[in-house]
């Protein structure tokens, strides 16, 4: 059992004074830490909001891009079933004309202008229909018209295809383009095979195709007619159009075997229209606020945990520290009764051995032999008392001249019984005259006594015979060297730089703070500490510290 823990009360109390200093630094550590943590976070959860906030912009321009690709297939598909639907009434009515042009011969103009007259009367697109005689005289092509109703400056034009329509099969309808008027398409039948032989021409108005409310605002459409375009119609939000976004386009002929009419109807989009803004921040607002509130829950929660966390080891630790008290308190108790023992029971056997002297009332030269060594053992429990309670007290390191081999003798006779009690020989090589330092004297023995435990807890552990620690000063020029040598079994190479760390222990029950708390007094004056192992087996504690300057003599 160890038998007197004066030595690690104190240890506490200088690791009280350094852990303080330390405990700042650490403080401004953590503070840096929690700082960049904060940012690291703060960082992140903004890459997540913008994340977030293009998913959003993504998945809504696809939705909007989707949505328009969908309108433009439905309206460019009813376009294309009237446009066709329409197509095939001109067919229908060039088919009437003739089978009145066939009807009687000549055929019966007036009866074919007033058709024509009612035709061009409900169907407004149809603007020209013309009736030619067409007579072919070797390579000579003639035309005479047979009658011409509405928009005459068309007949010119319509004559231009005369030389094509001739060369058609009889009753085969053809459309026909001209340069000079890009903004119609013609329809030109052939009535019979017969020279001269009859044609009809009839001019349309691809703009009157489509009716105004049949073309949705949004749409660009275009007919065009052997690539040439004969109408192009633009939304209000052409020029708006981004050219970022792909448009969504339908294009397809309309179904008819002589009007090659292809119709082309697309959306152009702006990017308002497929991001919308007001949607947007409106998402990014709210979005960002939902994630700083959870970030924020989720830091409360985060630190409610901890902050229990640190109650439960505060708890662990209070009832540790409480624990070491109560052990500390028990060992200082066994401590000083082991201390006192000694002179205790000396006092009584020699006060007894007075009061039987008194009582025979012979030998008085004995009885003043026996109080004085009743006196000398009183003082020496005053000593003992009055040196652990040095040990106990917080004062101040007192810093002054002191003598090495003095404070090597305390140490010896404080530990002298207790290592005697485990056979252990402690031997003191001093130099007559004692070297001094400048330290406290307690803080000293504090080392020593440190240091000869540790020696006396290795040779606890030693099977050597002969166990001894020897304490052992030199000065030599201008240092002093105290050395504490043991004989047990040395230190493991692979220990032996931790050794003054602090915390660092191979004992059972060891705290680890005894060798750093001895480099931290020898280095506050001045001196170094260092461990090494003896070739011989043991270990050797060496302790390198400035002399004290010699007093100046007197005059
Ligand atoms: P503790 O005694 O609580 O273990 P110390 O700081 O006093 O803490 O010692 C640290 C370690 O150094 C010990 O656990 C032991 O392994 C080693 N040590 C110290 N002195 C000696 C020695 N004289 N011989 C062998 N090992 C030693």
Redesign the pocket.
């Known amino acids: 059992m160890k038998k007197f823990s004066a030595g690690a009360l104190r240890v506490s109390l200088y690791y009280a004074s350094d852990n303080r200093i330390k405990s700042q630094a650490q403080k401004r550590d953590s503070i840096l830490q929690q700082k960049k943590r904060a940012l690291r976070s703060y960082l992140t959860l903004f890459v997540i909001w913008l994340v977030m906030v293009l998913l959003f912009v993504a998945i809504s321009a696809r939705q909007s891009i989707n949505q328009a690709r969908d309108e433009v297939k439905l309206t460019g598909t009813a376009l294309h079933r009237v446009l066709s639907q329409r197509a095939a009434q001109h067919d229908a009515h060039l088919t009437s004309l003739n089978a009145l042009i066939l009807a009687a011969n000549p055929p019966p103009v007036d009866a074919l202008r007033q058709v024509s007259r009612n035709i061009i009367r409900f169907y407004p697109r149809i603007t020209v229909i013309d009736v030619l005689l067409l007579n072919r005289e070797g390579a000579d092509i003639t035309m005479k018209p047979v009658l011409m109703v509405e928009e005459t400056e068309h007949a010119s034009v319509a004559a231009d295809f005369a030389p094509q329509i001739i060369d058609q099969k009889p009753g085969e309808v053809r459309s026909y383009i001209s340069a000079t008027t890009p903004d119609r398409y013609y329809l030109g039948k052939k009535s019979d095979n017969s020279n001269p032989g009859y044609a009809i021409i009839m001019a349309i108005n691809p703009a009157l195709m489509i009716e105004p409310d049949e073309r949705p605002v949004w749409a660009d459409l275009t007919l065009k007619i052997d690539g040439q375009t004969v109408l192009k119609q633009q939304s209000d939000t052409h020029e708006q159009a981004s050219a970022l976004l792909e448009q969504p386009v339908f294009s397809q002929f309309i179904d008819s075997q002589n009007q090659p009419v292809l119709l082309t109807l697309s959306r152009p989009m702006a990017l308002t229209e497929v991001v919308d803004p007001l949607r947007t921040v409106l998402f990014a607002v709210l979005s960002l606020i939902a994630l700083v509130s959870g970030y924020w829950l989720w830091r409360s929660v985060q630190m409610a945990r901890q902050a229990e966390q640190k109650a439960s080891l505060l708890e662990h630790e209070t009832r540790l520290a409480h624990a070491a008290r109560v052990n500390a308190m028990g060992e200082l108790a066994s401590g000083i009764a082991h201390e006192l023992t000694q002179p205790l029971t000396a006092l009584l056997s020699q006060s007894q051995a007075a009061l039987r002297l008194e009582t025979s009332g012979e030998h008085p030269a004995l009885l003043r032999q026996a109080l004085t060594a009743n006196v000398r053992e009183a003082s020496r429990a005053g000593e003992i008392l009055q040196r652990m309670r040095s040990y106990m007290s917080n004062h101040e390191p007192q810093r002054k001249r002191t003598e090495i081999n003095q404070i090597i003798r305390d140490v010896s006779e404080l530990l002298h019984t207790d290592l005697a009690q485990r056979h252990i020989t402690l031997h003191q090589q001093t130099e007559k005259t004692s070297p001094v330092i400048i330290a406290d004297a307690v803080e000293m023995e504090q080392v020593l006594y440190?240091?000869i435990?540790?020696?006396a807890?290795?040779?606890a552990?030693s099977s050597r015979a002969e166990k001894q620690v020897i304490l052992n000063a030199i000065s030599r020029n201008g240092l002093v060297i105290v050395t504490?040598t043991?004989n047990?079994?040395?230190?493991?190479d692979d220990?032996l730089p931790r050794?003054?760390?602090?915390?660092?222990?191979?004992?059972n029950?060891?705290?680890?703070?005894?060798?750093?708390?001895?480099a931290t007094l020898i280095e506050r004056i001045g001196g170094e500490i260092s461990?090494a192992n003896l070739a011989g087996g043991?270990?050797?504690?060496t302790m390198v510290i400035p002399e004290a300057a010699p007093l100046q003599k007197a005059d």
């Open positions: 440190n240091l435990r540790n020696a807890d290795s040779l552990q504490v043991d047990g079994d040395g230190i493991a220990i050794l003054f760390e602090p915390f660092f222990t191979t004992r029950g060891g705290m680890g703070l005894g060798l750093s708390l001895c461990a043991g270990a050797v504690f």
